[in-house]
């Protein structure tokens, strides 16, 4: 949420935990700050016949907001996150079977769809489902007067001219997804894209050492 | 690349965590090449010339070069040669469709018990446990059961269940259970007496003198998943010592 000097990006503190609810076959809650989003993960089950892909698994995302019905904006959400997903899942080992990934928001405090992917890769990675590679996602806003500001806060947002979200690969950094919003210039997105790949190995960082303290009482 | 993966064995890998096999800077011309085999087990993969890693957990190595992750899981993959406890959904003609918790339904053809007949069919209801195990298992095919071994005979397979409880644990427990020299089952023997079957898609199936005791082995065993070896020898023991 710091604004971005030209060497330091620095982002609000996270938090995660894994397998927290019992009766999904993996779950993780993330958190930024105090935007909170919590992700339930089924698969591979059972698929509707109208729905099976005869070479690869189905994945559905499902986003629920805090409050009130789902609309279009979480519509988009959603295909955004399935987008990521797909690029990163092996979902030709589980052919003819379904994948679901729901999403709750607990609290929205900006840069709530980067939250949305982190908590679905930590839940994709407890439900044991085979992924190429990890992904996270680092929101930018770049404010009125043109410094770019990583993670920003809901009030951040606001002010700014321009938003956007890119989801980044663990394995070459590259960008799986981005969702912007506001106007731009070609140079401004460049630098976004670096910055946002320069914070992404803090937060690839920190899903080594949680997975690293959950497998440690067993090892 | 041996070398290089046998060095991480025990440490914690992500998804995406590669090992390629190294450059050798000086090629020897009269020593001959050794060819090292390694071979992969759940979790790792192999993609051109690369060993990738596509789920998390800590690397397993079983002499003389076997690698695999050791991963925990709740949801249950198919693998054929495993046996698991399915339950009897329906019965289309002369085959039984059994759930046993995967993706879809596998197929159990009623003369895969032991002594079957196309004349002596075997008594098998809708809704019995069966205790089978894989013959096909594979991502492209319907799953097919069976409840008899290579040479015909049950050896412990088929229908069971007249009473008990069956339960879901996780993959990671139903493996240390089955582990040869298990801390777990020793620490049950000192229980009380209890016939238990255990499936390796994470069903466990317990019967024993009293309904009370039942439920508690039942309970012990699900709250086992998350202590470690000490905390679950003293509740044990708490456990022996209330008076039953």
Not at chain 1, 101 to 117: A, E, M, N, P, R
Not at chain 2, 48 to 66: A, F, I, M, Q, Y
Not at chain 2, 137 to 154: F, Q
Request: charged share 20%.
């Amino acid at each position: 949420m710091e604004v971005c000097g030209s060497l330091t990006v620095s982002l609000r503190e996270f938090g995660c935990e894994q397998s927290l609810l019992s009766r999904t076959d993996g779950s993780a809650s993330f958190v930024q700050g105090d935007t909170s989003v919590m992700a339930g993960v089924y698969g591979p089950a059972e698929v509707k016949v109208s729905k099976e892909i005869y070479d690869r698994a189905t994945l559905e995302v499902l986003v629920q907001p805090k409050v009130g019905l789902p609309s279009v904006r979480e519509r988009s959400q959603e295909q955004c996150v399935r987008e990521t997903c797909e690029a990163s899942l092996l979902l030709t080992l589980h052919p003819r079977s379904s994948l679901t990934l729901i999403l709750q928001v607990l609290h929205d405090d900006g840069s709530l769809l980067s939250c949305c992917l982190n908590a679905a890769c930590m839940a994709l990675m407890d439900a044991g489902l085979p992924m190429s590679c990890l992904f996270c996602g680092v929101t930018c806003a770049i404010s009125t007067d043109g410094q770019i500001i990583t993670d920003p806060t809901a009030a951040q947002e606001k002010e700014s001219r321009a938003l956007m979200t890119f989801a980044i690969d663990s394995a070459k950094r590259s960008v799986l997804m981005s969702s912007t919003k506001g106007s731009f210039s070609v140079h401004e997105l460049q630098q976004c894209i670096a910055v946002s790949q320069k914070a992404s190995e803090k937060i690839f960082q920190f899903y080594r050492d949680s997975v690293k303290r959950r497998y440690s009482k067993s090892l | 690349m041996f070398s290089t993966v046998k060095e991480r064995v025990g440490e914690v890998l992500l998804p995406g965590d590669e090992f390629s096999f190294e450059a050798e800077e000086n090629i020897s011309l009269t020593v001959p090449v050794k060819s090292e085999k390694v071979v992969c087990g759940p979790g790792l993969r192999r993609c051109g010339d690369r060993l990738v890693v596509c789920k998390s957990g800590v690397l397993r190595h079983k002499e003389p070069n076997v690698f695999w992750i050791d991963s925990q899981q709740r949801r249950y993959v198919p693998a054929k040669g495993e046996s698991i406890i399915g339950i009897v959904t329906a019965k289309s003609g002369d085959v039984f469709k059994v759930d046993f918790g995967g993706s879809e339904q596998a197929s159990l053809s009623y003369l895969a018990f032991e002594g079957a007949t196309k004349r002596n069919r075997p008594n098998v209801q809708m809704g019995d446990l069966v205790f089978a195990q894989f013959l096909i298992a594979n991502k492209d095919m319907e799953p097919e059961l069976v409840c008899i071994d290579s040479s015909g005979r049950a050896n412990g397979m088929g229908v069971f269940g007249t009473g008990g409880l069956l339960f879901r644990v996780s993959l990671g427990l139903v493996r240390r259970l089955l582990a040869p020299q298990s801390n777990i089952r020793s620490d049950l023997e000192h229980l009380f007496p209890c016939e238990l079957v255990v499936g390796m898609n994470g069903r466990i199936w317990v019967k024993s003198a009293s309904v009370q005791q039942t439920l508690i082995i039942a309970n012990l065993l699900q709250s086992a998943e998350t202590m470690t070896a000490q905390q679950r020898q003293q509740l044990f023991r708490k456990v022996q010592q209330g008076a039953f």
